[in-house]
């Protein structure tokens, strides 16, 4: 725990966004932990709403995000399905902290969320054509593609194969970009408990989260579909497809996968 003079100071710290870094480098996890900053709200085109304050507050965030999984935290934060646990997927002792939180499976897989197309090939073999990673990413889908060297030994150690995630969602591209490596994602919930579009959903797991990213509702908490995630769609066989998970965007993936690229449907695994 944090004595009284440096939890002040670190109070004092949050409003330069540097509270949540210091906190998990330093590994005090106790007072600090669960510090939430909100995004201010972007218009409906995605820019941000206004002048110089709100962009500094912005790249604040970012970098309150970023400093905080290179410190070895776990971090919530919004994406463009549901709200997100991640980690940097290089990290051993991160990718082990994020697995005990949620409860997960250890024979469940995370995916990787990346910040742009061009970073695929650094960690995986793509045997797809670029145009189709283009059509579908950024985007609601996670493509599960052949995993190249680069990427840790201990993500996903029982599987060739890794899922591809890039929100479409500004906040986590740029936190991805500014960590200038893979980042473990998974959602914000306990494994027995449904996805969460609000941040107080999963508030029972902030006490242990170096930073919650509170980027205000995502979709419509009343509609069942918005809490499907992400469409995983298999691309590691050539010429083929294979739905894993139906998710919010399944009509649109696959006839984009079948009338622009003529790919064909293998059954899922029963």
Same mark, same amino acid.
């Given at each position: 725990m944090l004595c009284g003079a440096r939890l002040r100071a670190a109070m004092l710290a949050l409003e330069g966004g540097a509270a949540a870094a210091a906190a998990a480098a330093?590994?005090?996890?106790?007072?600090?932990?669960?510090?939430?900053? =909100?995004?201010?709200?972007? &218009? /409906?085109?995605?820019?941000?709403?206004?002048?110089? +304050? %709100?962009?500094?507050? $912005?790249?604040?965030?970012?970098?309150?995000?970023?400093?905080?999984?290179?410190?070895?935290?776990?971090?919530?934060?919004?994406?463009?399905?549901?709200?997100?646990?991640?980690?940097?997927?290089?990290?051993?002792?991160?990718?082990?902290?994020?697995?005990?939180?949620?409860?997960?499976?250890?024979?469940?897989?995370?995916?990787?969320?990346?910040?742009?197309?061009?970073?695929?090939?650094?960690?995986?073999?793509?045997?797809?054509?670029?145009?189709?990673? =283009?059509?579908?990413?950024? &985007? /609601?889908?996670?493509?599960?593609?052949?995993?190249? +060297? %680069?990427?840790?030994? $201990?993500?996903?150690?029982?599987?060739?194969?890794?899922?591809?995630?890039?929100?479409?969602?500004?906040?986590?591209k740029e936190v991805a970009k500014a960590c200038a490596g893979p980042l473990a994602l998974t959602s914000a919930n306990l494994s027995d408990r449904a996805s969460s579009l609000v941040v107080t959903e999963f508030q029972e797991l902030w006490p242990h989260l170096a930073l919650i990213v509170d980027g205000g509702p995502i979709g419509d908490a009343q509609s069942p579909v918005c809490r499907l995630g992400s469409t995983v769609v298999d691309l590691s066989v050539p010429g083929k497809f294979k739905v894993i998970r139906p998710g919010c965007a399944l009509s649109q993936t696959v006839e984009i996968l079948v009338s622009k690229y003529g790919l064909t449907s293998d059954p899922p695994s029963s």
């Open positions: 330093a590994g005090e996890r106790g007072a600090c932990a669960g510090r939430v900053t =909100r995004l201010a709200p972007r &218009g /409906p085109d995605g820019s941000a709403g206004g002048e110089s +304050e %709100a962009s500094s507050s $912005e790249a604040a965030a970012v970098g309150a995000a970023a400093a905080a999984l290179r410190a070895g935290g776990l971090v919530a934060l919004p994406t463009d399905t549901v709200y997100g646990l991640a980690c940097l997927a290089q990290d051993p002792r991160a990718l082990a902290g994020l697995y005990r939180l949620k409860g997960r499976d250890g024979s469940k897989p995370l995916a990787v969320c990346l910040p742009d197309v061009p970073h695929v090939y650094r960690y995986c073999k793509v045997r797809v054509p670029e145009q189709l990673l =283009r059509d579908l990413l950024p &985007g /609601p889908v996670t493509l599960v593609l052949e995993r190249a +060297e %680069a990427l840790h030994k $201990e993500l996903n150690p029982f599987t060739p194969l890794v899922g591809i995630r890039i929100p479409s969602h500004w906040f986590i």
